[in-house]
């Protein structure tokens, strides 16, 4: 069987389109056992599973896609801007369903997380001893 052969730049969005739909599938995982674990309601575990499920197929697409040599900005872009927004619409959802104050630590977190967390940040914008 003889294989197509990709140049390093092809070869690099492959494993990278890979990596990405593997990730995608681990937190899918990790994110629907927390949920069950923690008791979360049936629908918010689905409203996650059913957009979890989205975004693979979407990544899964886009691996198949640049393992054949075509064309995936117009499903990169989608992707990107889902899996921003789901996080978002997630944080929304628990607001609206459980309760604010959990949906607002989420997002403490999620920043903390992201940009590398500490305190300083919010101290220097909260006034007094409010934050």
Same mark, same amino acid.
């Given at each position: 069987?003889?294989?197509?052969?990709? &140049? &390093?730049r092809e070869r690099l969005e492959i494993n990278g389109s890979f990596t990405c739909l593997i990730l995608f599938i681990v937190i899918?995982?990790?994110?629907?056992t927390f949920q069950v674990i923690a008791h979360v309601r049936? /629908?918010?575990?689905? #409203?996650? *599973?059913? /957009?979890? *499920?989205?975004?693979? /197929?979407? &990544? #899964?697409?886009? #691996?198949r896609r640049k393992k054949r040599g075509a064309s995936t900005a117009a499903l990169e872009w989608p992707v990107?801007?889902?899996?921003?927004?789901?996080a978002m619409l997630t944080k929304i959802n628990y607001g609206r369903t459980l309760d604010w104050t959990y949906a607002a630590w989420g997002f403490v977190q999620g920043e903390e997380t992201f940009f590398g967390g500490g305190d300083f940040r919010w101290r220097s914008i909260c006034p007094g001893n409010f934050c």
């Amino acid at each position: 069987m003889t294989g197509r052969a990709y &140049a &390093a730049r092809e070869r690099l969005e492959i494993n990278g389109s890979f990596t990405c739909l593997i990730l995608f599938i681990v937190i899918g995982i990790v994110a629907i056992t927390f949920q069950v674990i923690a008791h979360v309601r049936l /629908f918010n575990v689905m #409203f996650s *599973a059913v /957009f979890l *499920a989205i975004m693979v /197929f979407l &990544a #899964f697409l886009i #691996f198949r896609r640049k393992k054949r040599g075509a064309s995936t900005a117009a499903l990169e872009w989608p992707v990107g801007c889902l899996s921003i927004s789901i996080a978002m619409l997630t944080k929304i959802n628990y607001g609206r369903t459980l309760d604010w104050t959990y949906a607002a630590w989420g997002f403490v977190q999620g920043e903390e997380t992201f940009f590398g967390g500490g305190d300083f940040r919010w101290r220097s914008i909260c006034p007094g001893n409010f934050c």
